[in-house]
């Protein structure tokens, strides 16, 4: 029992680390209006947590997914069980599991709301880098 304890509290650690590289992956490429949603207590969630961001164009949202894949890769060791979105353009899906990441234009983000879907979860925002 003791065993599975720390195994389950090595793997929230490893799931909050890769939330952390993916933010530095986004910051990396300027993203902005980042937020974090905490779904672990959400019953029925779909991942441990959402990562939320923006690109002002399809330039950046794509160069942003990039980014947040590199990034997830080289310092973690993670890649994506799967990736919507590329090409479109408006709105990028990365999928690792326990994070998923949803990488939007202004617009489209503001459509689907994600933040305002999930409001029971406790968010974080990350100031946006000048």
Sequence with gaps: MIFFIKHNLN???ETKQLVDIITEGIQ???GSGIVI???REIEGSIANYFVICQG???AQVEAI???VSDFARKKAGEKP???VGLGND???AIDYVDVLVHIFQPETRAFYDLENLWED???TKIADID
Excluded: G, R
């Design 65 to 67: 997914a990039e980014s």
């Design 81 to 83: 069980v799967n990736v």
């Design 11 to 13: 793997l929230m650690e």
């Design 37 to 39: 949603a905490d779904l």
């Design 121 to 123: 979860a406790p968010l």
């Design 90 to 92: 408006q709105w990028v």
């Design 28 to 30: 990396e490429k300027k």
């Design 56 to 58: 002002s164009s399809p």
